[in-house]
Nanobody
Framework: QVQLVESGGGLVQPGGSLRLSCLASGSTAGIYAMGWYRQIPGGQRDMVARILNLGTAWYGDSVKGRFTISKDTAKNTVYLQMNGLMTEDTALYFC???????????????WGQGIQVTVSS
């Protein structure tokens, strides 16, 4: 089992910045990918950014050039630096990871509880 805890959300004005953090704990040895998703009320959960253990990262089209995902493997933490925030970035942000377990025969997906990011003047 892996537990994910997000931090760093809050209220920010348009054009501002926030950095989200996600700490993974528990059986973290099998984690091979981590990422961030977001969801608005009544909407689907959309991918914001993902990063593999070797550092390859990719982003949703709406955040390219504004958001940066990074990780600190030693700290089992993934970050999402969000710059140039817009009102449409307002959402509940979820941390996610994929883990190989059972000797690699099983892939599990874990989610954090979510953290609110509100962009408003």
């Amino acid at each position: 089992q892996v537990q994910l805890v997000e931090s760093g959300g809050g209220l920010v004005q348009p054009g501002g910045s926030l950095r989200l953090s996600c700490l993974a704990s528990g059986s973290t040895a099998g984690i091979y990918a981590m990422g961030w998703y977001r969801q608005i009320p009544g909407g689907q959960r959309d991918m914001v950014a993902r990063i593999l253990n070797l550092g390859t990262a990719w982003y949703g089209d709406s955040v390219k050039g504004r958001f940066t995902i990074s990780k600190d493997t030693a700290k089992n933490t993934v970050y999402l630096q969000m710059n140039g925030l817009m009102t449409e970035d307002t959402a509940l942000y979820f941390c996610n990871c994929n883990s190989k377990e059972g000797g690699g025969s099983t892939i599990k997906t874990y989610w954090g509880q979510g953290i609110q990011v509100t962009v408003s003047s």
